[in-house]
């Protein structure tokens, strides 16, 4: 039972370069979630989709893009990297019930040197 | 914008003695979520409350949803060394959306 899959674990970027985090889920949940987790801090969260074809912004999404072409897969984009985005990123689902349970990936970790 | 507030920011405590902490809201929240996230990995949900007052519990774990609605409480007795890490509140950022944030997190060490 693969739950959320995440990939790559960990990416060294040079700043000003791009890349794609992916996600992916095999609970059939229509709601998808990306965090980012700063050393020491909390979740922020940076975009959020309701469905296939539905994204929203979140607390912080400034520097990334995402996409929702099919329920499963929620891949996060950065574009032009910054040390700023050096942080740990978390990608979670839930189903449409009312549970409120989220359910998280191991997370990546992304270093923008 | 909304947060949510935690405190205390960390504790040391010895094993066996029972924790308490809290979250805080400037708004009014639905759901609470209480998530425990271990070194390295994502969090993992705990406990979730939906009705104000409502007490839940999950072995050592008793969480409350305040009566206000603007907060929630996590108690954790008879403390052991593996409650060891980070604890997270959580809830959706408006009434009926699925837009969930977290708060600042807890973080425990038990010292055996």
């Known amino acids: 039972n693969a739950g959320v899959t995440q990939t790559p674990k960990f990416r060294i970027l040079k700043i000003g370069q791009s890349m794609t985090l992916q996600c992916a889920q095999d609970m059939n949940h229509n709601y998808m979630y990306w965090y980012r987790q700063d050393p020491g801090m909390g979740l922020k969260l940076i975009y959020y989709?309701?469905?296939?074809?539905?994204?929203d912004k979140g607390e912080v999404p400034n520097g990334y893009n995402v996409s929702r072409s099919t329920t499963e897969d929620f891949p996060l984009r950065l574009e032009l990297a910054a040390p700023s985005q050096t942080s740990v990123y978390f990608c979670?689902?839930?189903?449409?019930?009312?549970?409120?349970?989220?359910?998280f990936g191991e997370g990546s970790r992304l270093t923008v040197l | 914008g909304q947060q949510l507030n935690q405190s205390p920011q960390s504790m040391f405590i010895q094993e066996g003695e029972d924790v308490s902490m809290n979250c805080t809201s400037s708004?009014?929240?639905?759901?609470w979520l209480w998530y425990k996230q271990d070194p390295g990995e994502g969090p993992v949900l705990l406990i979730a409350l939906y009705k104000a007052g409502e007490l839940t519990s999950n072995g050592r774990l008793t969480a409350q949803f305040g009566i206000t609605r603007k907060d929630s409480f996590l108690n954790i007795s008879a403390s052991i060394p593996s409650d060891v890490g980070i604890y997270f509140c959580?809830?959706?950022?408006?009434?009926?959306?699925?837009?969930?944030?977290f708060g600042t997190g807890t973080r425990l060490k038990v010292l055996a």
């Open positions: 959580a809830g959706p950022f408006t009434s009926g959306t699925y837009k969930y944030i």
């Open positions: 708004s009014i929240f639905n759901t």
């Open positions: 979670a689902s839930r189903d449409g019930g009312n549970t409120g349970e989220l359910f």
């Open positions: 989709s309701v469905g296939a074809g539905i994204t």
